[in-house]
C-alpha cells in the first residue's frame, strides 16, 4: 500500500509539478508580492519598502487626473473598439458562410492583419496615417484623409480605434464563421419555406444561436482593448498630449518612468479588479441569453 | 426559376463587395511594401504612387542597422523552446489533473482558469523584482522560464477540456498490457492530444512572437533583442526615415506571415478549437 502511495504521489510531482513551480514563480507570486508593494512606497530601487497603509489608494482616486484621464480613454476605446470590431467580424462571417467564390482567399486576407504584432503595426500605420493618407488626401481631394491624424486629440483616437479594428476583426470572424456553421441546416430551411425575411432569420434565429460565440469575441474583445499597450506606443506614445495614454501605458509609466513602483502596483491592482469585474459581468450577461437550438 | 436567379444575382453583388472590401485591408500592406523599395525622395513625393525606381539598398542598409539575423535568432529560439517546454509540461499537468481529480488538482485548476483573467500589466512591476531575485534578468532562459509561467493557465485549459474527451478505457487497456503510468501517458495519450497540442502551439506561437512588453522588461542588452525589441530600438534611433523603417517593417513581419500563410489551416482551426474550449 505504501508503495502505491508513493508511486502516486511521484506522479503527482512528475506531472504536475514542473507547471506548477513556473506558475507560481511567475504569477502567483508577483501578484502576491504585488498585492503587499501596493500599500508601500516602494521605489524600486532600494530593497526597502516603507509600509503606507491605503495612501497609494487615496492618492489615485482623489489626486491621479493622468490615471483618471487614462482610464477614460480606456473606456470610450473599449467600447467603440469592441462594438466594431464585433459587428465588422460578424458582417464578415455572415457573408463569407455565403457560396461566394472567393470566400476562402478573403477569410485569408481579413485574418491576416492579426498575425502581426500591435508594436509593428503601429509603426506600420503611423507612416500610413502621416504620409499615406496625405498622398491619397492630394491626389483624390477628399478631406477625411487631409485630416491631421495624429496630432490632434480626437483624430488620433480615431486612429487607434481603426487600426485596432482593422488587426482583430479577422479573428472574431473565424470564431464567428465556425458558430454559424453549427447553425443546423434545416431549422433556417423550414424559416425560408415559411416566408420568414432574411432579416427575420438573421434577427429570430442566427442570432440567438450564435450567442456563445458572441461571448467568447465580447470576452476577447474586452480584454485585448482593456490590456492594449503596443498598439498606442508605436501608433501615438500616448499623444498628443496624454490623450491616448492608455491604463496599461499610465502604469508602465509610472513605474518604470517615474519610478514610483509603489504606486504603480496599487494602480494594477485597481486595473486588475476593473478587468476582472467587467469580463465576469459580461459573461455572466451574454450566457444568459444563449438558447440552444 | 426567378428566385434561383435573384439569388445568384445577390451572391454576385456580394462577392463584389467583399473583394473590394478585402481590397481595402490589403492597401496598408501595399502602402508598406510599395514604398520600402522607393528612395527617400520618391517617397515623400507621393507615397501612393508606384515606385519610379526600385531601391534594393534600403534592405541591405536596414539589414546591417537592425542586425536582423541576431533579431530573428533570439525570437526563433526564444519562440520555440517556449513552446516545446510549455506543450510538455502543460499536457502532463492537464492529463494528471483531469485524471487524478484530487482536492489539490482541483483547487489548482479553479487557480488556473482565474488566473486568465489576470492582465499582465497587473504583475509586471513586481515579476521584474522576482526576476532579477531569481537571475531571469537579461536571458534567453530567464525570457523562457517567464513564458512557461505566463502560458501554463491557458495551455492547461484548453488541453484539460481535450483529455477529457479522451476515453479512460484506451488509457486502462495500455496499463493492463503492462505499461506504467508514464508509458501510458507518453505512448498513448500524448500523441491523441495532438489536434489540441497543434492549437496549443499555434496559438502561443503568435502570442511570443509577437509579444513587446515581457521581453522589453528581461532583455536589455542588444545582442539579446527580439523582433519587436529591436524594431522598437531602431525607431528609437531613426525617426522618420522612412527609407530604412520601413523595410525594417518589412523584414520584421515577414516570417510570422510566411508562418501564417503556411499553417493557415491550422490556425484557423487553432482559433476555432481554442474558442469553443475557452
Known amino acids: 500500500m505504501n508503495s502505491k502511495k508513493a508511486s502516486q504521489l511521484a506522479q503527482q510531482i512528475v506531472f504536475v509539478g514542473p507547471a506548477l513551480v513556473f506558475f507560481t514563480l511567475i504569477m502567483v507570486i508577483p501578484f502576491l508580492f504585488g498585492l503587499y508593494y501596493s500599500f508601500t512606497d516602494w521605489n524600486g530601487v532600494s530593497g526597502e519598502a516603507g509600509w503606507v497603509g491605503f495612501d497609494n489608494y487615496k492618492q489615485i482616486f482623489m489626486h491621479d487626473d493622468a490615471f483618471r484621464e487614462s482610464f477614460w480613454f480606456t473606456a470610450k476605446f473599449t467600447v467603440l473598439g469592441v462594438v466594431f470590431t464585433n459587428v465588422l467580424g460578424f458582417v464578415l462571417a455572415y457573408f463569407l458562410t455565403k457560396p461566394l467564390k472567393t470566400r476562402n482567399v478573403l477569410r485569408t486576407v481579413f485574418f491576416m492583419p492579426n498575425v502581426i504584432g500591435g508594436l509593428l503595426l503601429g509603426f506600420i500605420w503611423q507612416f500610413i496615417f502621416v504620409k499615406g493618407f496625405a498622398a491619397v488626401g492630394s491626389t483624390t481631394g477628399i478631406s477625411f484623409f487631409n485630416l491631421p491624424w495624429l496630432g490632434t486629440e480626437n483624430t488620433a483616437f480615431w486612429a487607434i480605434v481603426i487600426v485596432f479594428v482593422w488587426q482583430t476583426a479577422g479573428y472574431l470572424m473565424v470564431i464567428y464563421i465556425s458558430s454559424l456553421n453549427n447553425v443546423p441546416r434545416d431549422i433556417l430551411e423550414a424559416a425560408e419555406i415559411d416566408g420568414a425575411s432574411r432579416l427575420q432569420i438573421l434577427r429570430s434565429i442566427i442570432i440567438p444561436l450564435i450567442m456563445p460565440a458572441a461571448t467568447i469575441c465580447l470576452f476577447l474583445a474586452i480584454s485585448w482593448s482593456f490590456k492594449m499597450f503596443d498598439l498606442n506606443l508605436s501608433l501615438t506614445k500616448g499623444g498628443p498630449f496624454g490623450s491616448t495614454e492608455s491604463v496599461a501605458m499610465n502604469i508602465y509609466n509610472e513605474a518604470f518612468s517615474k519610478n514610483r513602483y509603489g504606486l504603480g502596483t496599487a494602480k494594477a491592482i485597481i486595473f486588475f479588479v476593473i478587468v476582472a469585474v467587467i469580463t465576469s459581468l459580461q459573461v455572466k450577461f451574454t450566457k444568459s441569453k444563449e438558447v440552444e437550438a | ?278
Open chain 2, 1 to 278: 426559376m426567378d428566385i434561383a436567379k435573384k439569388n445568384r444575382a445577390g451572391t454576385i453583388a456580394t462577392e463584389l463587395v467583399m473583394i473590394v472590401l478585402g481590397i481595402l485591408f490589403l492597401v496598408p500592406f501595399y502602402f508598406l511594401f510599395v514604398n520600402s523599395v522607393k528612395s527617400f525622395g520618391d517617397l515623400l513625393t507621393n507615397a501612393a504612387s508606384l515606385p519610379k525606381s526600385i531601391e534594393w539598398g534600403n534592405y541591405s542598409r536596414a539589414f546591417d542597422i537592425t542586425n536582423f539575423p541576431t533579431a530573428f535568432l533570439n525570437s526563433s529560439i526564444i519562440t520555440i523552446v517556449s513552446n516545446v517546454l510549455l506543450v510538455l509540461i502543460s499536457a502532463m499537468a492537464a492529463h494528471r489533473m483531469v485524471r487524478s481529480n484530487s482536492r489539490f488538482n482541483k483547487g489548482l485548476f479553479l487557480m488556473l482558469v482565474a488566473a486568465m483573467v489576470v492582465p499582465f500589466q497587473s504583475i509586471m512591476i513586481p515579476l521584474v523584482k522576482v526576476a532579477s531575485t531569481l537571475g531571469l534578468m537579461n536571458s534567453i532562459h530567464g525570457m523562457i522560464i517567464c513564458y512557461l509561467g505566463f502560458g501554463v493557465p491557458m495551455s492547461v485549459f484548453l488541453l484539460h477540456g481535450f483529455v477529457k474527451s479522451i476515453p479512460q478505457e484506451i488509457e486502462e487497456a495500455a496499463t493492463v498490457d503492462g505499461s506504467n503510468a508514464y508509458g501510458v501517458f507518453f505512448r498513448v495519450v500524448f500523441p491523441l492530444m495532438k489536434p489540441m497540442l497543434v492549437t496549443v502551439f499555434i496559438l502561443n506561437t503568435l502570442w511570443i512572437w509577437n509579444d513587446y512588453l515581457l521581453p522589453s522588461l528581461i532583455l536589455q542588452s542588444v545582442e539579446l533583442q527580439t523582433i519587436p525589441i529591436a524594431t522598437f530600438a531602431f525607431f528609437g534611433q531613426y525617426t522618420k526615415q522612412w527609407d530604412l523603417a520601413l523595410p525594417a517593417l518589412v523584414m520584421g513581419v515577414t516570417p510570422i506571415i510566411v508562418f501564417f500563410l503556411f499553417m493557415q489551416k491550422y490556425i484557423i482551426e487553432g482559433i476555432t478549437q481554442g474558442a469553443v474550449k475557452g
